[in-house]
């Protein structure tokens, strides 16, 4: 589909008043009516700034300022640096070309200018501009569109002062990381409070990352609330959200889930997983991994999970990640895999037993590439003594 230059501007910069009338002459000839000229470099100068052409036709050999001083003024301009500028010359030769591109020069015409060679060139470097200019523009739209959908995803996770809030009702400590390995992610977690002694944690991870991931952590914040929490253990909740994504989601997209209550009274954590790497929990000094075997959520309709229960006194902890944490590495380090979780965060709480997650996460970055290939969630939740 040929690109229409109908709205391009060109600025003739030319001493010959012969020379500026021909080549305007040509250019109108090839459908391009927004025409300026100048006598010199100074004029060229400030008819750039007041026509803003989206090409420059600049001759070399000028009084007052010649055309390559005048393409070097330009391109010390940040917001000139991608002007098409075609110079003309009558000197044909390596060395007079050489001089003009390294001035700045986009392309390069003889003179005598022949009017077919002079609109060809003209017309490849507006629609070269014009192909970039629609290209930096999309992608201007794109980024102001992701960065918008990434404050409405980070808006789906909970905010400081209400972790602090939970913290304090329950007498947790709450620690938090989420990290998308593009600008969107598909990892999504939450703590909801049930009443006055049982507070439930979700943990899910989709498969994949990026737009369509993230675009399934919407589609499960709008299903949640759908599932109340409060009377159904894990098992059957975490049930019912599957057969609802398995309804909205693509075929071949699932996610991973843990999906645990802890009540107070009892000091019991009740969960239910659905595949989700195994999380560690520590009671006791000792650190293990729990079973997190279970189908993915999104592959049956009729899948069925099982509720397994764990004493968590006070002084207890739990651990939650997403697979990042166990499957990216560096170039010198293997990932470090499930049964390296409880050396790892052994290692951080014995560098800061309060709050073991920062530790944690140093020593991972310190042994993986950036970016992450993958989403990263981790969550501690500790159990006040």
């Not at 003209?122 to 990434?150: C, G, I, P, S």
């Not at 997209?253 to 999380?279: C, E, K, M």
Request: charged share 25%.
């Amino acid at each position: 589909m040929p690109i229409s230059l109908a709205a391009s501007r060109v600025l003739i910069v030319d001493d010959n008043e012969f020379n500026r009338k021909s080549l305007a002459l040509m250019i109108r000839r090839a459908g391009l009516t927004q025409i300026e000229v100048a006598e010199n470099g100074v004029e060229g100068l400030r008819k750039v700034e007041s026509f803003r052409p989206d090409l420059v036709l600049l001759d070399v050999s000028m009084p007052v300022m010649d055309g390559l001083e005048m393409c070097r003024r330009l391109r010390e301009r940040l917001t000139h640096e991608e002007l098409p500028i075609l110079f003309q010359t009558a000197l044909d030769s390596d060395e007079e070309q050489v001089r003009c591109f390294e001035a700045g020069g986009s392309d390069f015409i003889s003179k005598p200018i022949k009017p077919g060679e002079c609109v060809a060139r003209v017309r490849h470097q507006l629609e070269k501009r014009k192909l970039f200019t629609d290209l930096a523009n999309f992608r201007a739209r794109v980024e102001r569109e992701l960065k918008h959908a990434k404050a409405m995803q980070l808006s789906l996770l909970p905010e400081p002062r209400e972790l602090e809030a939970v913290a304090e009702r329950y007498e947790l400590v709450l620690d938090a990381h989420f990290e998308t390995s593009s600008e969107l992610g598909g990892d999504f977690w939450n703590v909801y409070p049930l009443d006055s002694h049982r507070v439930a944690f979700l943990l899910v991870d989709f498969a994949g990352h990026g737009i369509t991931a993230a675009i399934n952590t919407f589609r499960l914040h709008t299903l949640i609330d759908r599932f109340p929490m409060q009377h159904v253990p894990p098992s059957e909740w975490l049930a019912g959200l599957n057969r609802a994504l398995k309804e909205v989601l693509p075929v071949g997209q699932f996610a991973t889930a843990f999906f645990g209550i802890l009540d107070l009274h009892t000091d019991t954590l009740t969960y239910a997983s659905a595949g989700a790497p195994n999380p560690v929990v520590g009671i006791a000094g000792e650190l293990r991994l729990l079973d997190s075997a279970g189908l993915v959520l999104g592959a049956s309709r009729r899948a069925v999970y099982a509720d397994r229960s764990l004493r968590l006194p006070r002084g207890s902890c739990l651990f939650l990640y997403s697979d990042a944490l166990i499957e990216c590495s560096g170039p010198d380090n293997e990932p470090i895999g499930q049964d390296g979780v409880p050396g790892l965060l052994r290692g951080a709480i014995a560098a800061n037993r309060a709050r073991p997650l920062g530790p944690l996460l140093e020593r991972f970055y310190a042994r993986t590439s950036l970016p992450l290939r993958d989403d990263l969630t981790a969550v501690w939740i500790a159990r006040r003594a």
